[in-house]
């Protein structure tokens, strides 16, 4: 049995449980501060690596934060004091406290960041709405999720379900459809979604959660859904479905759905690294709210 881990074993683990290959073209996941030599006794885990999150790891004694948002969405030039993200580094690098990064990886890998929004709203028989062919993988992988409900409910109670799921900010919940409409067959694609329109409708959902809806994409797409409703209700074979709205629309704070995915990573993380090393290193969860927004008036 080893007496203590190295960061290099825990990020094996990590990309194992979220490979990288799976990451989108113009993603850069995995890791950005850290030894691999060093030893790891604690990590800490949050969606976004603000330096609020940042000082939360460095109080909690964390050797390793994981979190999902990277801290360099975008090619750099400097990491120096001019700007946050330096600081940030910075101060990583003073506390030997290494950052991994689980993005788009995260996001399609099996009890990745969909797979746990879709369970944490009761949906089953889960497969991707995108999949990816990975022959590597026993499982189904791929981005979103496509599920159903145990039993039907109004899409008014199953948006309720959705708010009771996640934790609270200030953007809480929106919702586009008819809210008596009955609702089985759910899409769920965590972050921003507006771009998967086409595939959510191929997939027949009746109703799609997600995150960053912006005005023009979804006002389309609920009156492409409410005429398609409408010709269907006149006896034209138009789309698939009854007469209602289909897919009606859940937009979603973006951390906060991303967040379920810590309720599967925080057993999946520490329980492999067990698994292979004999060791269990101490796992935290940020309680920090990262949503930009202070007040909704």
């Not at 993380?269 to 008036?297: H, M």
Request: aromatic share 6%.
């Amino acid at each position: 049995m080893a007496d203590a881990l190295r960061l290099e074993q825990v990020i094996g683990v990590l990309q194992e449980l979220y490979p990288l290959r799976y990451a989108e073209d113009w993603d850069a996941p995995g890791l950005i501060v850290g030894d691999l030599c060093a030893p790891v006794h604690a990590i800490h885990c949050a969606v976004d690596p603000t330096p609020q999150v940042v000082d939360e790891a460095i109080e909690q004694g964390a050797d390793l934060l994981v979190t999902h948002h990277p801290l360099l969405f975008r090619s750099v030039h400097e990491v120096s004091g001019l700007g946050f993200r330096g600081e940030i580094i910075r101060r990583l690098i003073e506390h030997h406290c290494a950052l991994w990064v689980g993005h788009t990886n995260a996001d399609a890998a099996y009890r990745g960041v969909a797979e746990g929004a879709a369970e944490a709203f009761g949906l089953q028989d889960l497969r991707p709405l995108l999949p990816i062919n990975d022959e590597l993988s026993e499982h189904q992988v791929g981005l979103g999720r496509v599920g159903v409900l145990p039993q039907a409910m109004s899409l008014r109670d199953f948006a309720m379900r959705v708010k009771d799921a996640l934790p609270f900010t200030q953007a809480g919940v929106q919702v586009s459809g008819d809210l008596e409409a009955p609702v089985s067959r759910v899409a769920v694609l965590p972050g921003s979604g507006d771009s998967m329109f086409d595939d959510v409708r191929a997939c027949g959902a009746d109703v799609f959660v997600t995150s960053d809806l912006r005005h023009h994409p979804a006002l389309d797409a609920i009156e492409q859904a409410r005429y398609e409703a409408a010709m269907r209700g006149a006896g034209v074979a138009l789309g698939s479905g009854d007469g209602h709205i289909r897919p009606a629309l859940i937009n979603t704070p973006h951390s906060a759905i991303e967040s379920l995915w810590f309720h599967h990573a925080g057993i999946d993380i520490p329980a492999r690294v067990q698994e292979r090393y004999g060791v269990r290193p101490q796992l935290t969860i940020s309680a920090l709210n990262t949503d930009p927004w202070s007040l909704r008036i």
